[in-house]
């Protein structure tokens, strides 16, 4: 089974940094495809970036400019650099990977929990 471990969230002023993990482990090998979502109260889900294998990145309009995406490949680990924070990012956000599996087989989505990220005005 393939375990997504999520950090880095927490509480900052508009204006502030933050950087959030994603940590893969259990039967994954490698990531292939990595997602950040994020979900306000009472609003749809939203992809806000992505990175590939060899590194393409894309990210919502809302966040481009602003945020990063990055993976460490020895770690099975992505990362979301989120600057300039608005009270709008306010959500909790979710991370998402496919990959390739120790069996050889494919993971098409694997989820984390989820991580609360709050941006006071």
């Known amino acids: 089974q393939v375990q997504l471990v999520e950090s880095g969230g927490g509480l900052v002023q508009a204006g502030g940094s933050l950087r959030l993990s994603c940590a893969a482990s259990?039967?994954?090998?490698?990531?292939?495809?990595a997602d950040w979502y994020r979900q306000a109260p009472g609003k749809q889900r939203e992809l806000v970036a992505t990175?590939?294998?060899?590194?393409?990145?894309d990210y919502s309009d809302s966040v481009k400019g602003r945020f990063f995406i990055s993976r460490d490949n020895a770690k099975n680990t992505v990362f979301l650099q989120m600057n300039s924070l608005k009270p709008e990012d306010t959500a909790v956000y979710y991370c998402?990977?496919?990959?390739?599996?120790?069996?050889?087989?494919?993971?098409?989505?694997?989820w984390g929990q989820g991580i609360q990220v709050t941006v006071s005005s």
């Open positions: 998402a990977v496919s990959g390739t599996l120790v069996t050889g087989g494919e993971d098409f989505g694997s």
């Open positions: 259990g039967s994954i090998l490698s990531i292939n495809v």
């Open positions: 990175i590939t294998r060899d590194d393409s990145t």
